[in-house]
């Protein structure tokens, strides 16, 4: 099975305020441009993904993405990230009526390709999956497949709003690239230990980590 993945990011002069006690305001967007960056990378890389879709407003973003091998999609509903999934999600169907969608996270910039098809191919086996993050409270991956509708619930313990929408977790071991996020310098820094891609490498080149 060959997935389209919808990818969501907010324009980068709002994007990771929570990485304040890591970086500035000035170093933010930059390192938001660069966890985007990494995982779109992975994500074109990996052998379970026919085409990945951005949904942004953010014209740099979009420029750098596309150069990346990424299909741009304006965010038009400009209503927060559930709305922008299921409009990147309708977008996709538009065009290929049955192919499998999953949202996938702007935020992995430890990705492996890898890795990605193994959650993929686990999620093939069901209408509607996920993957819970790190943290076992958010979810980094959400599927569907030909015949169901991706029914975005992202945000505040989506773990357990995806679960009670009827998807099923995704129970799955050694796939801890897909799973670490990053909100928080301590995200980063878990991220880091796991090995993350060239553009988060050289962009928290530098920065003092919590915990390092």
Not at 135 to 160: H, I, N, V
Not at 162 to 184: I, Y
Request: some cysteine; aromatic content about 2%; glycine content about 8%.
């Amino acid at each position: 099975m060959q997935w389209t993945l919808v990818i969501p990011l907010k324009p980068l002069s709002r994007a990771k305020s929570r990485l304040s006690d890591t970086a500035g305001d000035g170093v933010r967007p930059g390192l938001a441009l660069a966890f985007a960056q990494d995982t779109v990378a992975a994500a074109v890389a990996c052998t379970a993904v026919s085409d990945v879709a951005v949904v942004t407003d953010d014209e740099l973003a979009a420029r750098e993405l596309a150069a990346l091998g990424a299909r741009i999609v304006p965010d038009t509903p400009a209503g927060g990230l559930n709305a922008a999934l299921a409009h990147g999600a309708a977008i996709v169907r538009e065009m290929r009526p049955r192919t499998p969608i999953a949202a996938l996270n702007a935020d992995l910039p430890a990705l492996r390709p890898s890795e990605l098809a193994v959650v993929l191919g686990a999620a093939a086996e069901f209408p509607r999956a996920f993957l819970a993050d790190a943290a076992q409270l958010g979810t980094t991956l959400l599927a569907a497949g030909p015949d169901a509708e991706l029914r975005p619930e992202f945000g505040l313990d989506s773990r357990s709003r995806h679960r009670a929408s009827g998807a099923r977790e995704l129970e799955l071991a050694e796939v801890d690239s897909v799973r670490q996020d990053v909100d928080t310098g301590d995200d980063l820094r878990s991220a880091l230990a796991l090995g993350v891609g060239p553009y988060t490498a050289a962009t928290s080149a530098g920065l003092l980590i919590p915990g390092s």
